[in-house]
C-alpha cells in the first residue's frame, strides 16, 4: 500500500466497536444506516476549523470499486482530545449524515445548518437524547458488549 495513505489513515477497532454500541442502543434512530455500506477511519490529517469528524458520500466509481456508499473519517488528534462522551457524540452527529433518496438510494449527505450544528458537540441537536440512552445502556447486564 502507498505510505502516504498508511501515514494518513489508520483503521480502528475502537471506533467500530463505538458505532456498533450506537446502532444497537438506539438503532430506531439511524434507520438510513443499516441500508448503507460505510466505513470508518482515523485520519491523521489537520481538519478544518477543529472537526473531529467528516463523512462524505464516495463518487459512483469509488461506490462501484469498493461497495462503500459513505467514508466517515474521525480527525485522530481533535478526536483524542475531547472527553468519551463527547467522542459518542461526535460519532452520532457523523452517522446522522447518512441519508436515502426517495428511491432508497445513497445521498448527498445531510448538510450542517448554523442551528443544527456547532464545533462543541454538546451543542450539536442530533445528539440530544442519544447520548442519555447510550450513557443509561453503559451499565449493561455482565457478558455484554462495552466501549
Given at each position: 500500500?502507498?505510505?502516504?495513505?498508511?501515514?494518513?489513515?489508520?483503521?480502528?477497532?475502537?471506533?467500530?466497536?463505538?458505532?456498533?454500541?450506537?446502532?444497537?442502543?438506539?438503532?430506531?434512530?439511524?434507520?438510513?444506516?443499516?441500508?448503507?455500506?460505510?466505513?470508518?477511519?482515523?485520519?491523521?490529517?489537520?481538519?478544518?476549523?477543529?472537526?473531529?469528524?467528516?463523512?462524505?458520500?464516495?463518487?459512483?466509481?469509488?461506490?462501484?470499486?469498493?461497495?462503500?456508499?459513505?467514508?466517515?473519517?474521525?480527525?485522530?488528534?481533535?478526536?483524542?482530545?475531547?472527553?468519551?462522551?463527547e467522542?459518542?457524540?461526535?460519532?452520532?452527529?457523523?452517522?446522522?449524515?447518512?441519508?436515502?433518496?426517495?428511491?432508497?438510494r445513497?445521498?448527498?449527505?445531510?448538510?450542517?445548518?448554523?442551528?443544527?450544528?456547532?464545533?462543541?458537540?454538546?451543542?450539536?441537536?442530533?445528539?440530544s437524547?442519544?447520548?442519555?440512552?447510550?450513557?443509561?445502556?453503559?451499565?449493561?447486564?455482565?457478558?455484554?458488549?462495552?466501549?
Amino acid at each position: 500500500m502507498d505510505k502516504s495513505l498508511t501515514s494518513r489513515f489508520e483503521e480502528s477497532p475502537e471506533l467500530d466497536k463505538a458505532v456498533r454500541f450506537i446502532l444497537s442502543t438506539v438503532p430506531e434512530r439511524f434507520p438510513e444506516v443499516f441500508s448503507v455500506k460505510y466505513s470508518l477511519v482515523f485520519t491523521t490529517k489537520d481538519s478544518p476549523i477543529h472537526y473531529a469528524g467528516q463523512c462524505q458520500k464516495v463518487s459512483d466509481k469509488v461506490r462501484f470499486k469498493t461497495g462503500l456508499d459513505y467514508v466517515i473519517s474521525i480527525y485522530k488528534n481533535n478526536f483524542l482530545q475531547i472527553a468519551k462522551e463527547e467522542q459518542l457524540k461526535v460519532l452520532i452527529h457523523e452517522l446522522h449524515h447518512i441519508m436515502l433518496d426517495e428511491r432508497g438510494r445513497p445521498r448527498v449527505r445531510r448538510h450542517n445548518e448554523a442551528e443544527e450544528f456547532c464545533e462543541l458537540p454538546t451543542h450539536d441537536k442530533y445528539s440530544s437524547g442519544v447520548l442519555d440512552t447510550l450513557i443509561r445502556n453503559l451499565s449493561m447486564k455482565p457478558g455484554e458488549e462495552r466501549l
